[in-house]
Nanobody
Framework: QVQLVESGGGLVQAGGSLRLSCAAS????????MGWYRQAPGKQRELVAR??????TYADSVKGRFTISRDNAKNTVYLQMNSLKPEDTAVYYC????????????????WGQGTQVTVSS
């Protein structure tokens, strides 16, 4: 079984910074990709940033402000968020595509429980 545990959310003023972390654990064989999504009240969940095989992808709204990085040895992905805006307020979810082994190999998409980020104006 695989688990993703997020940390680092909170309340910050506009212009401030936060760093989110997401650690994957369990019967992990390898991790194909890790990323962050967010969901604001009344809106659909959207991709924020994703990293796979060294390649990164960002939503246009966060380019130049957010940086995604990954520590392969720790199975952990980070999201450094700078110059935060009130419109960045949302629940942020970690997502990962993982090959795991609990008897047999399987590939699956896993989600963290979510962490609240609130940016005040």
């Amino acid at each position: 079984q695989v688990q993703l545990v997020e940390s680092g959310g909170g309340l910050v003023q506009a212009g401030g910074s936060l760093r989110l972390s997401c650690a994957a654990s369990g019967s992990i064989v390898s991790i194909n990709a890790m990323g962050w999504y967010r969901q604001a009240p009344g809106k659909q969940r959207e991709l924020v940033a994703r990293i796979a095989r060294g390649s990164t992808t960002y939503a246009d709204s966060v380019k130049g402000r957010f940086t995604i990085s990954r520590d392969n040895a720790k199975n952990t992905v980070y999201l450094q968020m700078n110059s935060l805006k009130p419109e960045d307020t949302a629940v942020y979810y970690c997502n990962s595509n993982i090959i795991s082994s609990a008897g047999t190999l399987r590939v699956g998409d896993y989600w963290g429980q979510g962490t609240q980020v609130t940016v005040s104006s």
